[in-house]
């Protein structure tokens, strides 16, 4: 009978022990977890935040599923170390476990740049439900707060402390908002609306300390600028959680390296999610770690399986809009584009196409056709008899098909 040990509880971890337990109905798997909390879908933290959603309302696995599935799982477990020959791990707490199929899924961590001032009491970043808890703590005395970073996770927390009555300035590096699912034209429309809704923006802007005075704490740009605040939530991104795999030696650039069957470099040891890389590409978005997991698992259960990768796409909400951004966006202006814009009515279609063939989307707030065009974009369908019109919300998108 096979013992696998997943060290790590997010998506990527949960696919992997699904499918092995699809494949492997006697095996033995057990999990292990910093947090205390079961498995939760960490894009909802921003709503838990506003208080829309409650911790059973954003909890996927519960502890029912696990017993369901014969899942050990080991909460509030740090895993320091990794023994290879011995084919063994060890918790902090001293206690070691045996393996033959180990996966290393530890996810990622909130980048906090290396600003003057971090960290200090009041200065927070969102990764966990925990930093969650933290916040929401904390908001419960606030009148103002900075945000550091205006990417996708730090807006919708952003517009959650703003449900609940504080002020939110955004202080960004680039000079548009969603640097990675915008262009500058739709960044735009989306920022006028959300000035519209109360938030203030210094875009282009660099952090240069953050200070404490009597008032409460303060947030320096480089510019000059000088930004009271009652709290500051840096989100700049999030990093490779790769300690483990450092210190097991495995072969680590944007992230650990794997093969197309989620192999690391040692034998019996596989990785996903989102400290790995793939044929040279870090995705850290929630669609790539749940395929790298379903991999992972029927490899580590001896099922063939290949990651071929995936075509970076989201489909999400930003303060209440929808939004699918999927593969080249095009923010150079590099491609041939149809584009169609409308102001009063917050909406912005973008179709990116090089060499008549659909190679990237942003649909903003009118998100109809978003399936089609990405799967036009996976088939390399050639849309040159009506690549004029894809971009109309009125499209009969049954024509990509």
Request: with cysteine; hydrophobic share 40%; proline share 3%.
């Given at each position: 009978m096979?013992?696998?040990l997943?060290?790590?509880?997010?998506i990527?971890?949960?696919?992997?022990?699904?499918?092995?337990r699809?494949?492997?109905?006697?095996?033995?798997i057990?999990?292990?977890?910093?947090?205390?909390h079961?498995?939760?879908?960490?894009p909802?933290?921003p709503?838990?935040?506003?208080?829309?959603?409650?911790l059973?309302?954003?909890?996927i696995?519960?502890?029912?599923?696990y017993?369901?599935?014969?899942?050990?799982?080991?909460?509030a477990?740090?895993i320091?170390a990794?023994?290879?020959?011995k084919?063994?791990?060890?918790?902090k707490?001293?206690?070691?476990?045996q393996?033959?199929?180990?996966?290393?899924?530890t996810?990622g961590?909130?980048?906090v740049?290396p600003?003057?001032?971090?960290?200090?009491?009041g200065v927070?970043?969102?990764?966990t439900?925990d930093d969650?808890?933290?916040?929401?703590?904390?908001?419960?005395?606030?009148?103002?707060?900075v945000?550091?970073?205006?990417g996708?996770?730090?807006l919708?927390?952003?517009?959650?402390l703003?449900?609940?009555?504080?002020?939110v300035?955004?202080?960004?590096?680039?000079?548009?908002?969603l640097?990675?699912?915008?262009d500058?034209?739709?960044?735009?429309?989306?920022?006028?609306q959300m000035e519209k809704?109360?938030?203030?923006?210094?875009?282009?802007?660099?952090?240069?300390?953050?200070v404490r005075?009597?008032?409460?704490?303060?947030?320096?740009?480089?510019g000059?600028e000088?930004i009271?605040?009652?709290?500051?939530?840096v989100?700049?991104g999030?990093r490779?959680?790769?300690?483990?795999a450092k210190?097991l030696?495995?072969?680590?650039d944007k992230?650990v390296?794997?093969?197309?069957?989620?192999?690391?470099?040692i034998d019996?040891?596989?990785?996903?999610?989102?400290?790995?890389?793939?044929?040279?590409?870090?995705?850290?978005?929630?669609?790539?770690?749940m395929e790298?997991?379903?991999v992972?698992?029927?490899?580590?259960a001896?099922k063939?399986?290949?990651y071929?990768?995936?075509?970076?796409?989201?489909?999400l909400?930003?303060?209440?809009?929808?939004?699918?951004?999927?593969?080249?966006i095009d923010?150079?202006?590099?491609?041939?584009?149809?584009?169609i814009?409308?102001?009063?009515?917050?909406?912005?279609?973008?179709?990116v196409?090089?060499?008549?063939?659909i190679?990237?989307?942003?649909?903003f707030?009118n998100?109809?056709?978003s399936?089609?065009?990405q799967q036009?974009?996976?088939?390399?369908?050639?849309?040159?008899?009506?690549?004029?019109?894809i971009?109309?919300e009125?499209f009969?998108?049954?024509?990509?098909?």
């Amino acid at each position: 009978m096979t013992t696998y040990l997943i060290i790590g509880n997010g998506i990527a971890a949960n696919t992997a022990a699904e499918n092995i337990r699809k494949s492997d109905r006697d095996g033995t798997i057990l999990m292990f977890t910093r947090e205390k909390h079961y498995f939760y879908y960490i894009p909802a933290l921003p709503e838990y935040l506003a208080g829309e959603k409650q911790l059973q309302n954003i909890t996927i696995h519960n502890e029912a599923w696990y017993k369901q599935n014969n899942i050990t799982l080991h909460p509030a477990t740090d895993i320091i170390a990794v023994d290879p020959a011995k084919k063994t791990i060890s918790a902090k707490d001293g206690r070691t476990f045996q393996y033959d199929k180990l996966l290393l899924a530890t996810g990622g961590y909130s980048f906090v740049p290396p600003i003057k001032g971090v960290p200090a009491d009041g200065v927070f970043s969102l990764r966990t439900l925990d930093d969650a808890n933290a916040i929401k703590d904390r908001a419960q005395r606030a009148k103002k707060m900075v945000l550091i970073g205006g990417g996708l996770l730090g807006l919708e927390a952003g517009n959650g402390l703003r449900k609940l009555g504080l002020e939110v300035c955004v202080v960004e590096f680039m000079a548009r908002l969603l640097p990675r699912q915008m262009d500058t034209e739709g960044a735009a429309l989306l920022r006028k609306q959300m000035e519209k809704m109360g938030f203030s923006f210094y875009l282009g802007a660099k952090t240069q300390d953050i200070v404490r005075d009597k008032d409460g704490l303060a947030v320096n740009l480089e510019g000059g600028e000088k930004i009271a605040a009652d709290m500051v939530l840096v989100s700049a991104g999030v990093r490779p959680e790769v300690t483990l795999a450092k210190s097991l030696g495995l072969e680590i650039d944007k992230g650990v390296k794997v093969d197309d069957t989620m192999k690391t470099g040692i034998d019996n040891i596989y990785a996903a999610g989102d400290l790995i890389e793939h044929r040279g590409r870090f995705y850290g978005i929630w669609p790539a770690s749940m395929e790298q997991g379903r991999v992972a698992g029927l490899s580590m259960a001896g099922k063939e399986a290949t990651y071929e990768g995936t075509v970076p796409a989201n489909t999400l909400k930003v303060v209440g809009i929808d939004l699918v951004a999927a593969g080249e966006i095009d923010t150079d202006g590099k491609f041939e584009a149809v584009v169609i814009k409308d102001e009063a009515g917050n909406m912005y279609r973008k179709v990116v196409l090089q060499d008549n063939k659909i190679i990237g989307t942003i649909l903003f707030g009118n998100i109809n056709g978003s399936e089609a065009i990405q799967q036009a974009i996976k088939t390399k369908k050639d849309v040159s008899a009506f690549k004029q019109e894809i971009a109309k919300e009125n499209f009969d998108f049954n024509r990509l098909k």
